[in-house]
């Protein structure tokens, strides 16, 4: 099945600096790639997704790159902000009616006022 | 519209206790997951459902067991539970059947077993 590795488990920036998490991905078969939000007590929500289609795609401060060849895709934040601390998870999803993903472990980012 | 619903909020019961973890959903999705999230191990696929009257295991399915009620409820049972089901539990829904794989997640279910 698909495994995910997303790198690093932490993170910690200061205010205004930009942010990198990486993840890297086993099946050659997925071909929507999902970031998910999660703050502290909530529930994991939506930021910003790619299709195997794209390269990159942005949002305002939050951009997402693929490499299909290289199996990676990565998440950049810049002109961080405090209220960006939160817990990231990165996904791989097959083109299934079931649409299963398989998620990387997350990322704690921490940013410093 | 109040899009993933889950009940209860929290949970306590004790070792060989049985419970059913409710959810549903308002926004016509074909497919439904369920998930444990324990600290630094991010999201675990538990079962999903495709469609009504479906439902496949996931990557920890041990111990658990779950009912595609209609198109909206998908359920979650512990028939016997254990120690090391202790954990957060999301429901989720996505409309896959329309290529739309983005996942709605339910406000989470806390469960304690002691």
């Known amino acids: 099945g698909e495994n995910v590795e997303q790198h690093p488990s932490t993170l910690s920036v200061q205010e205004g600096d930009s942010a990198v998490i990486k993840c890297t991905y086993s099946?050659?078969?997925?071909?929507?790639f999902p970031w998910y939000k999660q703050e502290l007590g909530k529930r994991p929500q939506l930021i910003i997704d790619?299709?195997?289609?794209?390269g990159e795609k942005k949002d305002q401060r939050i951009a997402v790159t693929l490499n299909k060849t290289a199996k990676h895709f990565s998440l950049h934040i810049t002109e961080t902000q405090p209220e960006d601390s939160a817990v990231y998870f990165c996904a791989a999803t097959r083109n299934t009616n079931a649409g299963k993903s398989t998620f990387g472990d997350g990322t704690t980012l921490t940013v410093k006022p | 519209n109040a899009g993933v619903t889950q009940t209860p909020k929290f949970q306590v019961l004790k070792t060989g206790q049985s419970m059913t973890l409710q959810c549903a959903q308002d926004m016509n999705h074909n497919s439904m997951y369920w998930y444990r999230q324990d600290p630094g191990m991010g999201l675990r696929l538990i079962y999903y459902?495709?469609?009504?009257?479906?439902?496949d295991k996931g990557e920890v399915p041990n111990g658990y067991n779950v009912s595609r009620l209609n198109k909206r409820e998908f359920s979650l049972r512990l028939e016997s539970a254990a120690p090391s089901q202790t954990s957060v539990y999301f429901c989720?829904?996505?409309?896959?059947?329309?290529?739309?794989?983005?996942?709605?997640f339910g406000p989470g279910t806390r469960l304690t077993v002691t």
């Open positions: 989720a829904s996505s409309d896959a059947s329309r290529g739309a794989y983005e996942q709605y």
């Open positions: 790619i299709r195997s289609n794209v």
């Open positions: 459902s495709a469609s009504e009257g479906t439902t």
């Open positions: 099946d050659s078969a997925s071909n929507y």
